[in-house]
Nanobody, 119 residues
Framework: VQLQASGGGLVQPGGSLRLSCVASERFLDIASMGWYRQVPGKGRDLVAGFFSGTPRYVDSVRGRFTISRDDARNTLYLQMNSLKPEDTAPYYC???????????????WGQGTLVTVSS
């Protein structure tokens, strides 16, 4: 079971990027799924996520970022607008999922996709 993240890149301040995270299979249940970013010297902080189906955002991105999901495509998105230099970081997708009725929940991480906001 894998998550594959993509969509990072170099963008100027004020620009936009859309991150995608594709799961290798459909899940029986999804407890949560979201995007995290890692600042040097710190752990991974939540940027945006779905928790029991409800979207949540960290204050610093609310109004600029939009999280969405396409369950038919097993894909999670993060639309990032009005990007700022302080948004620069590797971004990781995460999902806590159950793959079968007899399985416990798995905590899955995709590989990082680097977002760089710079002029």
């Amino acid at each position: 079971v894998q998550l594959q993240a993509s969509g990072g890149g170099l963008v100027q301040p004020g620009g936009s990027l859309r991150l995608s995270c594709v799961a290798s299979e459909r899940f029986l249940d999804i407890a949560s799924m979201g995007w995290y970013r890692q600042v040097p010297g710190k752990g991974r902080d939540l940027v945006a996520g779905f928790f029991s189906g409800t979207p949540r955002y960290v204050d610093s991105v609310r109004g600029r970022f939009t999280i969405s999901r396409d369950d038919a495509r097993n894909t999670l998105y993060l639309q990032m607008n009005s990007l700022k230099p302080e948004d620069t970081a590797p971004y990781y997708c995460n999902a806590v999922v159950q793959t079968s009725i007899t399985a416990g929940y798995l905590d899955l991480w995709g590989q990082g996709t680097l977002v760089t906001v710079s002029s």
